[in-house]
């Protein structure tokens, strides 16, 4: 746990102050301030409608990984859940990418109902959120399963499946898990429902599932509690999480930082934030991509 990042959370909350933050996967690094100082090099944008025309499509080169290098990681992977150290795991790897777009272009052009541009070192548009809290409630909506709608009986074929219904039952279990931690009278609300989403030219079905907890009437001054107790976030490492997370840090072979991290506003009454995916990054050995995929056993 990131002590002082805890202690700054719980004194701007109890203050009712408003306030951005940013945490990286690990909470080793963050950004915390007050929402009347932010600097004008952070952009972002919380919940918004996304429409649902589609922009063309921007030609992307891409460097990845061959598939040798995640075959063996692939296979490490499926060693560990055979020995029971994980059930269900998120491996992520980063692709060098190259593109004309400057950072604040694809900020502009991305359409997803959670956008950050921090500074000049990454953008990410992420369809995902991570907590909500409002009226004393905690709310979480894990998504996990995905198809192009444009399928034949595309719903009734991602709703049917049994691998993907195993997956996003993990994920459900393993997130009304951690809201336990933090709230009280945890329950699942609406399980497994469909979103529609934009991918560049492509429309998708994601499937969604609700949560919700109940919180105490001074939540306000506990949002540090929370949210490092929260951190990292179930849907991108997996489960059990412990184990998981020290699982992901042997065999992926970069360290995430701010991707699948979090960012999000308390506005002085209710938080909302989101899980940092689709993630774009400037870096000194040039742009970067990341990807995730959820594994678990054969």
Known sequence: M????????????SLKEPFFFLISYDLSSFHVQKLSELDSDIKYEINEKVTSKNEAKHEVEKFPNTFKEYEKKF??????????????LNL???????TDYSLDKIYERANSK??????????S????????????KIFTYPMKGTIDASLPNAQARILGDTKEMAEHTMVVDLLRNDLGIVSSKVRVDKFRYIDKINAGN????????????????????????????????????GTPKKKTVEIIKRVEDYEREYYTGVFGVFDGESLDSSVLIRFIENSKNGIFGTKERLIHGK
């Open 75 to 88: 296979d490490i992977l499926q060693e560990e859940i055979l020995c029971g150290n994980t059930y269900l």
């Open 125 to 136: 548009f992420s369809p995902e959120r991570f907590i909500q809290i409002k009226k004393n």
């Open 202 to 237: 492509k429309k998708l079905l994601q499937v969604s599932s609700k949560i919700h907890g109940n919180l105490e009437d001074d939540w306000q001054s506990k949002i540090g509690d929370i949210l490092t107790a929260l951190l990292p976030a179930g849907s991108i490492t």
């Open 2 to 13: 990131n002590e002082t990042l805890r202690l700054k959370l719980n004194e701007y909350g």
């Open 114 to 123: 959670f956008k950050l541009k921090f500074k000049d070192k990454f953008v």
């Open 92 to 98: 992520t790897a980063k692709t060098k990418i190259k």
